[in-house]
């Protein structure tokens, strides 16, 4: 793509971000659920070839650049996507899309842009919206569960907040406590079991699917923390690449109610 046309995608993308609401309500359907992608163009293309169609709603958990060695083809084609297919595709925000609201590292594909469109990139990407919650139970989202008093409290998260913070940055660990504190080396916030079954509970929800931390148990609490990866980024943690389908039309309790596909 020329300078021109990557300006009026993201031109396009943010408006249509813009309209949508931070927590996306999903009521009917075979919902697909998509983990970190991370420069996997190959499996994006596979995803969006083989599930979208008919009744069809993709939802893609965040993390689509840095890593992976076609950060720019993957979050190019994913915008495309849903400026063509807007109630049909769902872009979440991950930690690697909000490099507005502070550097890490490695970002080799923030890095990798100069400033005018490192600029444009960040401001489209930091209007992504956070997360999916359907009537059968599941929330999803890019990492851990938010501190809000009720569901629609996501609506008002804003990027930069601990809410946000919470979402995109955080790990579940299989400990007992609530807030476990920050981990040394990565500076993500750590989160237990304890404030899983509080804040899932608060919220009325049975499920989490959600992506970000490759090291993570597939299942966690009880199968009811899904943890699904769809990049080759990580294959010494994670070999295949798997999805997660769930049919709004059946009751979901837990992760044997969720079909976990490879691709
Ligand atoms: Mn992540």
Aim: aromatic share 10%; with cysteine.
């Amino acid at each position: 793509m020329t300078r021109k046309e990557i300006k009026g995608l993201l031109n396009e993308a943010e408006k249509r971000f813009a309209s949508e609401a931070k927590l996306i309500l999903l009521k009917s359907g075979k919902v697909i659920f998509v983990g970190d992608t991370h420069g996997d163009l190959e499996a994006t293309e596979k995803i969006i070839h083989r599930y979208l169609k008919s009744k069809n709603k993709l939802v893609f958990l965040g993390d689509y650049v840095d890593r992976g060695p076609a950060s720019l083809q993957n979050i190019n084609f994913l915008l495309q996507q849903k400026i063509e297919h807007p109630d049909s595709l769902y872009l979440l925000m991950g930690n690697h899309e909000c490099y507005a609201m502070g550097s890490f590292h490695p970002a080799d594909f923030w890095e990798g842009l100069d400033a005018e469109l490192r600029q444009r990139y960040s401001e489209a990407l930091s209007r992504l919206p956070l997360a999916v919650s359907m009537p059968n139970g599941i929330i999803a989202l890019h990492g851990a569960l938010p501190n809000v008093s009720r569901l629609e409290d996501i609506n008002k998260i804003e990027p930069g907040s601990a809410e946000w913070h919470q979402i995109t940055w955080g790990d579940w660990q299989e400990s007992a406590g609530k807030f476990l504190g920050m981990d040394p080396y990565s500076g993500r916030p750590q989160f237990g079991r304890g404030w899983f079954k509080e804040i899932m509970s608060r919220l009325g929800k049975n499920v989490l699917i959600r992506s970000h931390q490759p090291d993570a148990p597939p299942t966690m609490y009880g199968k009811r923390c899904l943890t699904i990866f769809t990049s080759s980024a990580y294959k010494h943690y994670v070999p295949e690449r798997t999805i997660a389908v769930v049919d709004l039309k059946k009751p979901v309790n837990g992760a044997d109610d969720i079909e976990i596909e490879t691709i």
